[in-house]
């Protein structure tokens, strides 16, 4: 059975920071480019990073540059995000996805940063 699992979400405080992890299961996870993604609350959903198969190729939007790092660790079928300084508008649910054919889906997990 095929699983993507995102957690580590939860509510912070403006300029505190996060860890999410996305746990694969089910598919061959080293093979495929994973990306982070998100949802705010009335607004469309965004790229926030994307780190290739190997590792060796990694993207963040303009608007984390500098603040969240994404790695993966393929011995354990896992990519992280790493979140600091965390802002209001970074409220939002977070996916994870694995690029490939087909493309893999984690069902979010929500990351709410208080003033």
């Known amino acids: 059975q095929v699983q993507l699992v995102e957690s580590g979400g939860g509510l912070v405080h403006s300029g505190g920071s996060l860890r999410l992890s996305c746990a694969a299961s089910?598919?061959?996870?080293?093979?495929?480019?994973v990306r982070w993604h998100r949802q705010g609350p009335g607004k469309e959903r965004e790229l926030v990073a994307t780190?290739?198969?190997?590792?060796?190729?990694?993207y963040y939007a303009d608007f984390v540059k500098g603040r969240f790092t994404i790695s993966r660790d393929n011995a354990k079928n896992t990519v992280y995000l790493q979140m600091s300084s965390l802002k209001p508008e970074d409220t939002a649910v977070y996916y994870c996805?694995?690029?490939?054919?087909?493309?893999?889906w984690g069902q979010g997990t929500q990351v709410t940063v208080s003033l």
């Open positions: 996805n694995a690029k490939g054919e087909p493309d893999y």
């Open positions: 089910g598919f061959t996870f080293n093979n495929y480019a």
């Open positions: 780190i290739s198969a190997s590792g060796t190729y990694i």
